[in-house]
């Protein structure tokens, strides 16, 4: 599904994120955004602030959310309990996360994606997907102004 666009058509967008910078980069120019579409603050932007509630939660930088921003490996298996007793029992994983009925987060930085899905397979854990991601600065807001949950 694509991201609204507030009847902008993509190209539209594209000019606007290149105006920003240019204005930025060529003049010193400080450009105010405010918006929920995200994934175009992050793709602009040099610091944010984030406002939660009507306050100021925190002001920093794009590099700064880069710097503490956690890689993660993202496995789908229909069976959740189940991969999460394999990852505990069978790997000695610890620093995981079951994000929801279908999702979990393994935080690990020295686990091998290979045999994460080694391991689930071996011991008959049908994986739907399984890849290497980092933080948005989705998941980052969701992060600080709800604990990481996302409401649906």
């Known amino acids: 599904m694509d991201e609204p666009t507030n009847g902008l058509d993509p190209a539209g967008i594209r000019q606007f994120r290149e105006l920003f910078r240019m ?13 929920h579409m995200l994934s175009q603050v992050e793709s602009i932007a040099d610091t944010i602030g984030i406002i939660h509630r009507g306050n100021l939660m925190e002001e920093i930088s794009m590099k ?5 921003n956690t890689a993660y490996i993202e496995l789908a298996a229909p069976d959740v309990k189940k991969a999460a007793y394999v990852l505990t029992d069978k790997l000695g994983l610890e620093n995981f996360r079951v994000i ?8 690990d930085a020295r686990t091998d994606t290979g045999e994460v899905a ?5 011991n008959d854990v049908e994986i739907i997907s399984i890849g290497r991601k980092s933080e ?10 709800e604990g990481g949950v996302r409401s649906c």
Not at 118 to 122: G, K, V
Not at 136 to 145: P, R
């Open 23 to 35: 204005l930025r980069s060529e003049y010193g120019i400080t450009i105010m955004i405010s918006s």
């Open 64 to 68: 700064e959310i880069s710097l503490k």
């Open 136 to 145: 948005s600065l989705e998941d980052y807001f969701l992060k600080l102004t």
């Open 118 to 122: 080694r391991a689930l397979t071996t």
């Open 100 to 107: 929801d009925g279908e999702n979990i987060r393994i935080y």
